[in-house]
């Protein structure tokens, strides 16, 4: 086999490890490993409720939004008063 099938979970990947394998001690140090891979490199999906360091919480929206400073209009980059008139 070339390729492995897909599968959503630790749990899902480890059955079919096991299907393919067919030996139990074999089984059983993959299953290992793959626990410690797992718990080594977590999926995005298994930090729900987590938040990064350096997050900040907003707790009151209204007095965040009123904290904001309004930002400078946008200028134009090239005055095009100096272009060339028409004469026609």
């Given at each position: 086999?070339?390729?492995?099938?897909?599968?959503?979970t630790v749990d899902g990947t480890?059955?079919?490890?096991?299907e393919i394998i067919n030996d139990p001690a074999a089984a059983v140090v993959v299953e290992n490993e793959l626990a410690a891979l797992?718990?080594?490199y977590p999926?995005?999906?298994?930090?729900?409720?987590?938040?990064?360091?350096?997050?900040?919480?907003i707790d009151d929206p209204k007095k965040f939004r009123d904290s904001l400073q309004v930002a400078?209009?946008?200028v134009p980059?090239?005055?095009?008063?100096?272009?060339?008139?028409s004469r026609i």
């Open positions: 086999m070339d390729k492995l099938p897909e599968a959503d480890l059955q079919v490890l096991k797992a718990e080594k999926d995005d999906s298994d930090r729900h409720g987590i938040l990064p360091t350096g997050y900040v919480t400078e209009g946008a980059l090239v005055d095009w008063g100096d272009l060339p008139v």
